[in-house]
């Protein structure tokens, strides 16, 4: 089956450490993202990524980095620069069809925790 | 800038009560207009869509129809079950890869 794998589902980070999401897609879709969910905030964006080698910063970029080395992969690192990590992560996949019906596809999350 | 505006929540009903979630949208151009649905420790999964004006998107007994006369999508249910109870997001893409998403409506149905 297609869809978008994020793993691991939860992560505990000590204060002062990176860490790496990890997300991959095997629906061979060109646009990856990702978002940051906080209770009554709704998803912001993070970063996100057209093509290969290619990716823009988003509204919160702040904090974190990512890389786009290949198309199935879009790995987000939550570096100590981030002042409050804690939140759950979300990374969406989508392709261009030229039109206006493209819908993101989400994987089901990751929970990161900070002690 | 664009943006997505939803009603508050938490919106708590009984079973087999009407649903309604208010989205209202702030764009340039035409663009496409999605709800999505949370479960709880989940990720977000398409529930409708609607790509111009006067469109209708439905799914599962939902409905939501693109206004563009008043920048609305609101999201309707004829008779809610518990298994809806979840976080809904209202959501736009317009020209670009960026989807811009409404801060998300918690809906609590009662048995």
């Known amino acids: 089956d297609g869809g978008i794998t994020q793993s691991p589902k939860y992560l505990f980070r000590k204060e002062g450490q990176n860490v790496t999401l990890s997300c991959e897609q095997n629906?061979?879709?060109?646009?990856m993202y990702w978002y940051r969910q906080d209770p009554g905030q709704g998803l912001r964006l993070i970063y996100y990524?057209?093509?290969?080698?290619?990716?823009q910063k988003g509204d919160i970029a702040e904090g974190y980095s990512v890389s786009r080395e290949k198309k199935e992969s879009f790995p987000l690192t939550v570096t100590s620069a981030q002042k409050n990590p804690t939140a759950f992560y979300l990374c969406?996949?989508?392709?261009?069809?030229?039109?206006?019906?493209?819908?993101?596809?989400f994987g089901q999350g990751t929970r990161l925790t900070v002690v | 800038g664009n943006s997505v505006t939803q009603m508050e929540g938490p919106v708590t009903l009984s079973e087999e009560a009407f649903l309604t979630i208010n989205c209202t949208y702030t764009?340039?151009?035409?663009?496409?207009l999605f709800w999505y649905v949370q479960y709880p420790g989940e990720g977000l999964q398409l529930l409708l869509k609607?790509?111009?004006?006067?469109d209708k998107g439905s799914n599962k007994g939902f409905e939501a129809t693109y206004r563009k006369e008043t920048t609305s999508f609101h999201l309707e249910k004829g008779s809610v079950q518990v298994s809806d109870s979840a976080v809904y997001f209202c959501?736009?893409?317009?020209?670009?890869?960026?989807?811009?998403f409404g801060t998300g409506t918690r809906l609590k149905v009662l048995a």
């Open positions: 969406a996949s989508s392709i261009y069809s030229g039109g206006r019906d493209t819908e993101a596809f």
């Open positions: 629906l061979n879709h060109d646009a």
């Open positions: 990524s057209q093509i290969v080698n290619d990716f």
């Open positions: 764009a340039t151009g035409y663009p496409s």
């Open positions: 609607a790509t111009k004006a006067d």
């Open positions: 959501a736009l893409l317009s020209g670009t890869y960026k989807y811009i």
